[in-house]
Structures are given as C-alpha cells and as structure tokens.
C-alpha cells in the first residue's frame, strides 16, 4: 500500500520560510513523478510543482516560480518543497502526490498523468 506522508506545514508570517517533506512509501516503481498541489479555502486545488525522479527535471506554475524550490532525495524517497516569499495567498493544504509525470501547461496549469497517489495533507497558514 503506498503512504504519503506529508510534514513542515504550520503558521509564519508574510515574507518567511517553510519546507514541506514529503515521504512514500509501498511505491515500487523506480521511475516515478512528485508534485505538491495546494487547495486554498474557497479555492479548487491546483498543481504547483512536480519533480521527475529519474532525471531530476522540475516544473513550476508561474505563481510560485522563483519562490519555491523542489527537490527530492531517492535514497530516502523524500521530496522537499522550500518556499520562500510567502504571502497570503500561499495560504492553503499542500498536498503531496506520486504519478508517472508530469508538465505544466502554459505556464499556469500543472499536468499529471498515471496512477496518482496523495497525500493527506499539510495546513501552511501565512499572516499579514
């Protein structure tokens, strides 16, 4: 059974920092995508940012590029998610989530294809 296990999320103020991990397990493939999608309250969810595993290949939507950084250590099957600059409207659940891959599409819209696995979920709260 494959778990995601998301942590790092919690409150900071405008301007500030997090790092979000992301831990799986029970996911056997070796060639594999992670992305973090976010749902702000009142919001639909959106795809921010994916990682090929194999080659290292990072995508990022317009809003967070520049800002947040993923990275993924498989030794540990880890993915990271470094935000940096955050604002309010980074305000939301971060969600992890294992595919086959992934683009993003005009800039803005985060694709996935392939079995997709999530996350439960981390609250990252940031105050004005």
């Known amino acids: 059974e494959v778990q995601l296990v998301e942590s790092g999320g919690g409150s900071v103020q405008a301007g500030g920092s997090l790092r979000l991990s992301c831990t799986d397990s029970?996911?056997?493939?070796?060639?594999?995508?992670i992305g973090w999608f976010r749902q702000a309250p009142g919001k639909e969810r959106e795809g921010i940012s994916c990682?090929?595993?194999?080659?290292?290949?990072?995508h990022y939507v317009d809003s967070v590029k520049g800002r947040f950084t993923i990275s993924s250590d498989n030794a540990k099957k880890t993915a990271y998610l470094q935000m940096n600059s955050l604002n309010s409207e980074d305000t939301a659940v971060y969600y992890c989530?294992?595919?086959?891959?992934?683009?993003?599409?005009?800039?803005?819209?985060?694709?996935?294809?392939?079995?997709?696995?999530w996350g439960k979920g981390t609250l990252v709260t940031v105050s004005s």
């Open positions: 990682i090929s595993t194999s080659d290292g290949r990072t």
């Open positions: 989530v294992v595919f086959q891959g992934c683009m993003v599409v005009g800039g803005s819209r985060l694709v996935h294809y392939g079995m997709d696995y």
């Open positions: 029970g996911f056997s493939s070796k060639n594999y995508a």
